[in-house]
């Protein structure tokens, strides 16, 4: 069966300094994959990539069997290739549900966003939010707010809750549950299931193990640019080499 995501021999450099070697991996529809590896290993890089936030050097990204070449960002949205960011992205005067109304607006709609934009911020009633999952109720209580007003954590549930307003089928999560509540975390986890139990292909970086162990069945461990273990979550946390690596022992 063709791979839903494939990614081949992607190489990146920063002012000449290698970032990505040669990385290459293939993800299934429903599979949940972490990407694990020290600060400055590339693991941002390589979800900016993936999304077509920046372009490699050299290398493929293939959705579906199709080669995304140097599609923009916007489009490979489009192609349902979705992505949160590290460090939240909001738009500050907007509200909570005005921002989750900009995820839902339908593609053909798109060419009249800045007019969409116009006439809600003229609107004195702000548009209604309906959350469509659970996690989603933790902001249903800030609707009104604008983003720019939201806690570290609620930024990063509000550019979940954008994710779940579109239809990807193959969603990056970069270090999304860093800095997040306990019980937050946990429900995020819960809605990440069920994204994979309804084909959805997950992609997330995360520093906590614990939650890499609880979440994903697979573990790519990245050490300075390079997949350096590919496997199962067990065999690649335990694997000696990776503990001493990212555990500096
Ligand atoms: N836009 C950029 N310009 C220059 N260097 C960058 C840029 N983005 C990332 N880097 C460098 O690439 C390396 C990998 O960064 P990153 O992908 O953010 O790592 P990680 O997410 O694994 O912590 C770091 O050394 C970082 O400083
Ligand atoms: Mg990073």
Redesign the pocket.
């Known amino acids: 069966m063709q791979p839903l995501l494939s990614v081949r021999n992607i190489r990146k450099s ?2 000449g ?1 290698k ?1 990505l070697e040669d990385v290459s991996f293939d993800v299934d529809a429903g599979s949940i994959t972490a990407l694990v ?12 990539v993936i999304t077509g936030a ?1 372009q490699p050097d050299g290398g493929e990204v293939r959705l579906a069997g199709r080669d995304l070449g140097r599609l923009p960002a916007y489009q490979r949205v489009r192609a349902g290739l979705l992505r949160t960011f ?1 460090h939240p992205r909001v738009f500050g005067s907007f509200s909570v549900a005005e921002s989750v109304a900009l995820a839902r607006t339908p593609p053909e709609l798109e060419r009249f966003g800045s007019s969409l934009l116009s006439a809600m911020k003229g609107k004195a009633a702000a548009p209604a939010f309906e959350p469509r999952y659970p996690i989603e109720q933790r902001l249903a209580g800030l609707a009104g707010i604008p983003t720019s007003l939201l806690s570290y954590g609620e930024k990063k549930l509000l550019m979940l809750s954008q994710v779940l307003a579109l239809d990807g089928s193959v969603i990056c999560f ?1 270090e999304l549950c860093a800095g997040m509540e306990l019980a937050v975390v946990a429900d995020v986890r819960h809605c990440l299931l069920s994204l994979a139990e309804r084909g959805k292909a997950i992609v997330f ?1 995360e520093h906590n193990l614990a939650l890499v162990r609880s979440l994903a069945t697979r573990v790519i461990f ?1 050490n300075q ?1 390079r997949v350096f273990r590919d496997g199962p979550v067990d065999e690649v946390l335990t694997d000696p080499e990776v503990v001493s690596l990212y555990l500096g022992g």
Do not use: C, M, Y
């Not at 020290?38 to 979800?47: D, E, I, P, R």
């Open positions: 920063f002012r300094i970032v590896g020290s600060n400055g290993a590339g693991k941002s890089t390589l979800v900016n920046i590290q970069d970086v990245l640019g």
